[in-house]
C-alpha cells in the first residue's frame, strides 16, 4: 500500500517562498514509475490541480502558477516537492500530492499541509 505524507506547508507573507515536500513510502521505486502532482483546495472552492510531474519528468502547471511554482522529485529520496515562490494570497490553501501508476484518477492522496499567504 502506498502512502503519502506532506510537509513544510506554513505561514508567509506575500512574496515570500515555500517548499513543500511528500514523502511517499510502501512502494521503494513509487517516484520513479508513479505520475505525481500537487493539489490544492481553497475554503469554499474546489480542489484544483497545480502541477503534475510524470514518470519520464516532464511536467505540467496550472497557468497560475506557471513561472512561480516548481515541481520535482528525487527518486532516490522517493520524494516529490513542491518549490513556491513569489507566493500571492490567492495561494492560500490546503495543498495536497497525488500520485498514480496508471493513466486515469490520482489513486494515492496524502492527508494535505496547509499554507497560508498574508498579504
Known amino acids: 500500500q502506498v502512502q503519502l505524507v506532506e510537509s513544510g506547508g506554513g505561514s508567509v507573507q506575500a512574496g515570500g517562498s515555500l517548499r513543500l515536500s511528500c514523502v511517499v513510502s510502501?512502494?521503494?521505486?513509487?517516484?520513479?514509475?508513479?505520475?505525481m502532482g500537487w493539489f490544492r483546495q481553497a475554503p469554499g472552492k474546489e480542489r484544483e490541480g497545480v502541477a503534475v510531474?510524470?514518470?519520464?519528468?516532464?511536467?505540467t502547471y496550472a497557468d497560475s502558477v506557471k513561472g512561480r511554482f516548481t515541481i520535482s522529485s528525487d527518486n532516490a529520496k522517493n520524494t516529490l516537492y513542491l518549490q513556491m515562490n513569489s507566493l500571492e494570497p490567492e495561494d492560500t490553501a490546503m495543498y495536497y500530492c497525488?500520485?498514480?501508476?496508471?493513466?486515469?484518477?490520482?489513486?494515492?492522496w496524502g492527508q494535505g499541509t496547509q499554507v497560508t499567504v498574508s498579504s
Open positions: 497525488a500520485g498514480r501508476f496508471t493513466s486515469g484518477s490520482f489513486k494515492y
Open positions: 510531474i510524470y514518470s519520464d519528468s516532464s511536467t
Open positions: 510502501g512502494d521503494p521505486l513509487s517516484t520513479y514509475y508513479m505520475t
